[in-house]
Nanobody, 121 residues
Framework: VQLVESGGGLVQSGGSLRVSCTAS????????MGWYRQAPGNERELVAT???????NYADSVKGRFTISRDNAKHTVDLQMNSLKSEDTAVYYC????????????????WGQGTQVTVSV
């Protein structure tokens, strides 16, 4: 399974950006997909997650500004980021938890390679 992110970049404070992630492979089902981020010198932290039943969870720091969505059939997850702040600057990683694949025993978790989001003051 591969997770490929896209959509990162440079945006001014107060602006908007959308990052997307597509999971590819012989995927039958994914329990939870989400986004984490890591800023220099900091640990990786949860941004938002969404279950296959579309239940969402957000970090307090992004509630009301970010919206996560997914397409179960296409195995994609998007993160719409509005009212961006300089403290949102980080590498954003896509995460897929509980991936069930054709011909593979059990469920497994995967990470994307990350996409840089930079918010300028």
């Amino acid at each position: 399974v591969q997770l490929v992110e896209s959509g990162g970049g440079l945006v001014q404070s107060g602006g908007s950006l959308r990052v997307s992630c597509t999971a590819s492979g012989s995927i039958l089902n994914i329990w939870t997909m989400g986004w984490y981020r890591q800023a220099p010198g900091n640990e990786r932290e949860l941004v938002a997650t969404i279950t296959s039943g579309k239940t969402t969870n957000y970090a307090d720091s992004v509630k009301g500004r970010f919206t996560i969505s997914r397409d179960n059939a296409k195995h994609t997850v998007d993160l719409q980021m509005n009212s961006l702040k300089s403290e949102d600057t980080a590498v954003y990683y896509c995460y897929a938890e509980g991936v069930l694949q054709r011909g593979v025993t059990g469920r497994h978790d995967y990470w994307g390679q990350g996409t840089q989001v930079t918010v300028s003051v």
